[in-house]
């Protein structure tokens, strides 16, 4: 069976220039569109102030505040990203243009591009996040590396996680609460995992090889890794 | 040489038998077309062909120099044209031609896709963005990238939907074209689109 990697009369492509092609018309068409970011800003961005505002730092106990802040971050954070993350596959169901890139890429190719797009779009939330809330909780961290190296592994894991199940949910009916009922228990040890590490951050606690962002990291590459062995089955018919 | 055998091919949706027992085989130069009536699977059976579903029994097998492509792989060597089918509508026309271009490993040459523009009559409008597209222009546009590759095997399911008469003449330069140097299947019910068909397979009979 011939079944190798498709040459064509012009040259040949490889899963990462193809995925490539994939993340460069996802940011292309979220750039003229705006239909994730804003979903995923709009919820952010009034989950933040609304934090702010009504469990600012003058109601919580200054020994509390390491957990509850990190409880908080991470919670802005997942669930922003799961009010706008399962729209890469989404969009493509609903705007009839899966059949023509099942024909056109392969499906590994497709879920990497699809990756790189949902990790660029947490790499801008965290980017504006993170630091408003910082600011605006007035939230004291005395590790910053460890921190900074939470919210970065955490970031993966919720886009690799994320992906896999915007790429199951996409061909069903009530899609929304699907995304969300089956996102949060995959999600649910990275949340726990990133708190954690964050509380540490922010402690100042002895920390020695950084245990959390270790499991992050780990939890990141099993899910990514899983997600390319699993997604030609999701893919298929 | 590439060839395409389709043998006792079967689909039904729970309860519902489309088709079943097609079977035939297409060699390079030769153009088959598909009729029957609405809901008959005409449509169906293109997309299993394709590789985009699962027939319920028998197999598709495609052949390149006397060796068997597997399915993962077929897809890549078709071309395929239907009305469920959309382009990205954020996307202008040449981006399109070019994003296709990039995923299917074709080394992207602006040069090749405007020239693909101008045999489906879109060099004019090549930088307008697709949603303000036609539905003729659409169906213009999801003919080029269809050909992008130079696929051995073309499927055209209602080739001529939305097309005007001038639309019409460059499907038929299309076929021509194909019988050159590949297979074509073609899906309709208009009698001009059927008579492109060496031979017909009336999935109503």
């Avoid at chain 1, 908080?72 to 890139?101: C, H, N, P, Q, Y």
């Avoid at chain 1, 245990?211 to 997604?231: G, K, T, W």
Wanted: charged share 20%; glycine share 8%.
């Amino acid at each position: 069976m011939k079944s190798g990697r498709w040459i064509t009369e012009t040259g040949s492509s490889t899963y990462l220039s193809e995925a490539a092609a994939i993340w460069l018309r996802d940011l292309r068409g979220e750039f003229r569109t705006r239909y994730a970011v804003n979903a995923i800003l709009m919820f952010a961005v009034t989950t933040l102030i609304a934090v702010s505002f009504s469990i600012g730092s003058f109601r919580i106990g200054e020994a509390e505040q390491p957990f509850l802040y990190a409880v908080l971050l991470w919670i802005i954070l997942v669930f922003s990203a799961l009010s706008g993350l399962s729209r890469s596959f989404v969009k493509e169901e609903e705007a009839g243009t899966m059949d023509v890139l099942k024909l056109s890429a392969r499906p590994q190719a497709v879920f990497l591009g699809k990756l790189f797009f949902n990790l660029t779009l947490l790499g801008a939330l965290e980017l504006i996040i993170v630091p408003s809330f910082i600011l605006l909780m007035n939230y004291e961290i005395k590790l910053p590396g460890l921190f900074t190296a939470m919210v970065v592994s955490g970031g993966i894991g919720l886009g690799g996680g994320t992906t896999i199940v915007a790429a199951m949910i996409a061909q069903a009916s009530a899609r929304g609460a699907l995304f969300s009922v089956l996102s949060f228990p995959l999600l649910l040890p990275l949340m726990i995992t990133a708190i954690k590490g964050c509380e540490k951050a922010a402690v100042g606690a002895n920390n020695p090889g950084w245990p959390e962002v270790r499991i992050a990291v780990a939890y990141s590459i099993v899910m990514i890794v899983m997600s390319l062995f699993l997604f030609p089955l999701i893919w298929e018919e | 040489m590439h060839s395409l055998e389709v043998i006792n091919l079967c689909k039904h949706y729970a309860e519902t038998l489309l088709f079943k027992d097609i079977s035939f085989e297409l060699h390079p130069g030769e153009v088959l077309a598909i009729t029957g009536w609405n809901g008959s699977g005409k449509s169906t059976l293109l997309r299993i062909i394709a590789g985009l579903v699962r027939p319920s029994s028998g197999k598709v097998e495609m052949f390149l120099q006397g060796e068997s492509i597997a399915k993962e792989s077929r897809r890549r060597f078709v071309g395929m044209v239907a009305p469920a089918f959309s382009l990205y509508e954020e996307l202008t026309a040449l981006e399109n031609l070019e994003f296709f271009s990039k995923v299917r490993g074709i080394a992207y040459d602006r040069k090749s896709c405007l020239g693909m523009m101008e045999r489906t009559g879109l060099s004019e409008n090549a930088n307008k963005l697709c949603r303000n597209y036609s539905s003729g222009m659409k169906q213009r546009l999801k003919l080029a990238q269809a050909l992008l590759h130079n696929p051995p095997l073309l499927l055209l399911d209602e080739p001529g939907c939305n097309l005007d008469s001038k639309g019409m003449k460059i499907v038929e330069n299309i076929i021509s074209a194909q019988r050159q140097r590949g297979m074509t299947v073609i899906a309709s019910n208009e009698k001009r689109e059927v008579d492109y068909g060496d031979r017909v397979i009336n999935l109503s009979e």
